[in-house]
């Protein structure tokens, strides 16, 4: 079916169904409408992993590398593949639309979605993204360019008022969402924040660039909740407001078209843009529900395992320390709470449910069977915080399955429903029939330890928690946010105490009522009674002495990398910079392996040997990381962001908006890298960086001495592998003008590209560079320009580390519009610039 064949099926739909189909119809789908052949269509989130409809454990996903690790490849080939996995799982659960990939910056290394998002730096998250795109695209499946624009960070994310110059806007934050756009991207969500004091979902912005300038023919959904007014929104690019069915425009928009406040033509566009997208995923003409399996595809987990490598980031390996040589190995200490706990992914809408995680530990171990022996210390005490019961710590009471009991309650207390459930954290029950009026999580559980244990009911309203027939905990407790994460997804815990014994089982009651607005989602959580550090960092320690090779695993929790919040601090979690030191005092032989998807402060980086940058590394962890350890990887990462030594030398940090609501972007286009060039202070590893197993020679650069405004051009880098395995290097290519008309900064990235070689060979790396990669954004005139004169190209392996150097000329003449618009775009369709 065609577009000029989805037309007609418009004039078959009076006002009152099209703009039906404009509110969704539940949580995650829109409203079927059989006078036009059309289906529902499913939504889900993204990008981590494809959940589904159901936020519940049952239902597992494959979980990928977080989306930091997934930049850090520098590899498309591998990003469109890992989209195609996704499509496979999308479509395995009924998914059309997918709620990726992100695509804000991180501007802030304290971002609560750093994680989520790919990299500071325009280019890259462009390139990365529009990548993703076609592969998850490649499989009927529609990606979600997130969020338009501007939500680079979390503190006030519904209400903040993001403020930056136009410049800033066209060159930085607009830029991988027009490479989405260019890649073919079927839908865009629009963000909860305000650019320029209009919410996003009411904004100019939709309209142009998106819509016409870039020729956007998909769909703008709104974040969750996002469209807050009626006529702002609908007269704007806005098409879809989910979720529903309730919502301004399910109440209004139809008196609001008929009253004429709103014109047909802007309800007939979205309605159009809605069916074309439902052509495209399939869901218009005849019933085509989308095919659903039960169980992921076997070929994904090879590819998982591949993605951890190939985003590792090795930042340090003094001495060739890594890769370990296993057989030359008798013993191996491996150390830290993440070696066992390890963090998968990061927390909020992105989270997934995964069938298995392979542990660090357990990655280790598998490749060490037979060969050497492995010990496990965890070297800090449990940190005290509620763990949500879970499959290995608790029993359903009513049939004894590993597990919990969850029930809805009606008002009097009498159970409406009943279910078995694998996890003391529960999102949302399978079903919430009428007149429930609390949900109760109750289990059976057998402590490990005598002592003071702590417990912990989450959610809001009233509350109560019994341990062992003796209530503990009850209180009232209000709803104190409107976003969406905390409601529905994270809501707060509440503590008490109780004296257990260890080995003697018993019966735990939480209860909470269910308050209009206040969500369903209720957490059972306990944590053991504290243990002694001391004894813990010298069981650790003493293990790493003994053994040939000591490895550290440390990282940040669910609490600090998560959706709704920034962070505090780039500090790891207490005690593991003490563990690190302690370990690598013990025995020098020691690999830090970091997991974490965000920045975090190494104060003791240089003393280590080896540091391996692991991320949330998706569920094939342990197996990823130990082929890097042992070798049958390279690690493949290089920087998507700058690392900095220490959080006071950040130069763009702070995230929170001022007394009126605004958040300023004042540093201009200077983020990442930018930054720190211009504040001429050197971060512990810039942008770009990260080692392979083999050393790099970069012997020659070549480029044309000119080029036409708004011409494409190739540079060549010759670069030769010095060591003593074939590797992979990810050649880059910066641009600088040190005299200039305008504000730019000191360097930006305009192209890479990765080349392979055996030990002695060279290779050239052909980096193509896009023409507006040499202009600039105008404001007076409203279009790209090209500043005439030489610029300087340089070649090399990070943002602080570039040998090669060439000069090249813009010759004057005025920038095509057809070609080189950012990251590759087809179409440009801007104003006719002009050229200086
Ligand atoms: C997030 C989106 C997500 C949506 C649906 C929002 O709170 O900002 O990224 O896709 O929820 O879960």
């Avoid at 566009?269 to 399996?293: E, I, M, Q, S, Y």
Wanted: glycine letters at 12%; a negative charge.
């Amino acid at each position: 079916m065609t577009d000029e064949e989805t037309e007609p099926l418009l004039d078959k739909l009076d006002a009152a169904q099209k703009v039906r189909l404009l509110t969704g119809a539940s949580t995650w789908r829109t409203h079927a409408e059989p006078a036009a052949g059309l289906r529902a269509l499913t939504l889900s989130d993204g990008p981590a992993g494809v959940r589904g409809e159901a936020w519940d454990e049952r239902e597992t996903s494959l979980v990928l590398p977080s989306p930091t690790a997934l930049a850090a490849s520098w590899d498309e080939r591998l990003l469109t593949d890992l989209g195609a996995l996704l499509a496979v799982e999308a479509r395995r659960k009924g998914v059309d639309v997918l709620l990726a990939p992100t695509l804000n910056l991180h501007r802030s290394p304290l971002g609560g979605r750093h994680f989520e998002c790919f990299s500071e730096d325009p280019l890259l998250t462009g390139r990365t993204g529009a990548a993703l795109v076609r592969g998850i695209q490649s499989g009927g499946v529609a990606a979600t360019a997130k969020h338009f624009v501007g939500n680079d960070a979390e503190t006030d994310r519904l209400t903040v008022d993001v403020r930056m110059d136009e410049r800033t806007l066209r060159e930085v934050y607009l830029a991988p969402f027009e490479a989405a756009v260019a890649a073919g991207v079927w839908a865009v969500m629009s963000a909860y924040n305000k650019v320029d004091g209009v919410t996003m979902s009411a904004s100019p912005l939709l309209a142009h660039p998106l819509k016409d300038a870039w020729g956007f023919d998909g769909l703008v959904v709104s974040d969750w909740g996002g469209v807050r007014t009626l006529l702002d929104a609908a007269r704007s690019g806005q098409d879809l407001a989910m979720p529903g069915p309730d919502g301004p425009w399910a109440a209004g928009l139809l008196a609001a078209l008929e009253e004429g406040l709103v014109p047909t033509g802007a309800v007939d566009d979205k309605v159009r843009r809605l069916l074309r997208l439902a052509r495209r995923v399939g869901a218009l003409g005849p019933d085509r529900p989308a095919p659903r399996t039960a169980t992921a595809p076997e070929a994904g987990r090879a590819l998982l395992r591949r993605a951890v490598s190939a985003g590792a980031v090795l930042l340090r390996n003094e001495g060739g320390m890594l890769p370990l040589d296993a057989s030359a190995l008798k013993s191996v200490a491996v150390v830290g709470p993440h070696a066992t706990a390890v963090r998968i992914q990061g927390g909020g809408s992105a989270e997934v449910f995964p069938e298995h995680v392979v542990t660090p530990l357990a990655g280790i171990e598998r490749q060490l069977d037979g060969v050497a022996a492995v010990t496990y210390r965890p070297g800090l005490p449990e940190s005290g915080r509620p763990e949500p019961l879970g499959r290995d710590r608790s029993r359903d009471p009513r049939d004894g399955e590993p597990g919990v009991l969850v029930r809805l309650l009606d008002a009097r207390g009498a159970e409406l429903h009943a279910e078995h459930r694998l996890s003391g954290r529960i999102v949302e029950p399978s079903v919430r029939p009428e007149g429930a009026a609390a949900v109760e999580i109750r289990a059976l559980f057998r402590p490990a330890e005598s002592g003071t244990w702590t417990w912990a009911v989450g959610g809001w309203g009233d509350i109560s928690l019994a341990v062992d027939g003796h209530e503990v905990l009850a209180g009232t407790f209000p709803l104190d946010s409107d976003d969406p994460t905390r409601v529905h997804v994270a809501p707060p815990l509440h503590t008490a105490r109780a004296e257990l014994t260890a080995g003697r089982e018993v019966e735990v009651v939480a209860l909470r009522s269910l308050a209009p607005g206040t969500g369903v989602a209720t957490v059972l959580a306990a944590a053991p009674p504290a243990g002694d550090p001391d004894a813990a960092l010298a069981e650790a320690v003493a293990a790493a002495r003994a053994a040939d090779v000591a490895v550290v695993v440390v990282g940040t929790t669910e609490q600090s990398e998560s959706e709704g919040h920034d962070r505090e601090s780039l500090d790891l979690p207490e005690g593991q910079d003490a563990l690190v030191r302690a370990v690598v005092r013990a025995n020098p032989r020691t690999v830090v392996v970091v997991n974490a998807g965000a920045p975090v402060a190494l104060p003791w980086h240089t003393r280590v040997p080896a540091l391996l940058l692991a991320w949330f590394p998706g569920q094939e962890a342990g197996d990823g990381l130990a082929d890097v350890l042992f070798g049958r990887a390279e690690p493949g990462g290089r920087l998507p962001t700058t690392w900095a030594a220490a959080q006071d030398d950040v130069p763009v940090l702070r995230t929170a908006p001022d007394g009126a609501g605004r958040l300023h972007y004042a540093e201009g286009p200077h983020i990442g890298y930018r930054a720190w060039l211009r504040s001429g202070a050197a971060p512990a590893y810039w942008f770009g960086h990260g080692l392979g197993y083999t050393g790099w020679a970069y012997e020659e650069l070549t480029a044309p001495a000119a080029v036409g405004a708004g011409e494409p051009f190739d540079v060549r880098v010759r670069v030769r592998n010095t060591g003593r395995r074939r590797g992979r290097e990810v050649v880059q290519v910066y641009l600088a003008r040190a005299c200039s008309a305008v504000e730019r900064p000191v360097r930006k990235l305009v192209g890479y590209a990765a080349v392979e070689a055996e030990p002695g060979e060279s290779a050239v790396a052909v980096v193509r560079v896009d023409g507006r990669a040499l202009a600039h954004w105008s404001p007076g005139r409203r279009g790209w320009e090209t500043e005439a004169g030489a610029f300087t190209l340089l070649g090399g392996r990070s943002a602080g580390d570039l040998p090669l150097t060439a000069r090249i000329v813009a010759r004057p003449g005025a920038d095509s519009a057809g070609k080189g618009s950012g990251n590759g775009s087809a179409h440009d369709g801007e104003r006719s610039p002009l050229v200086l």
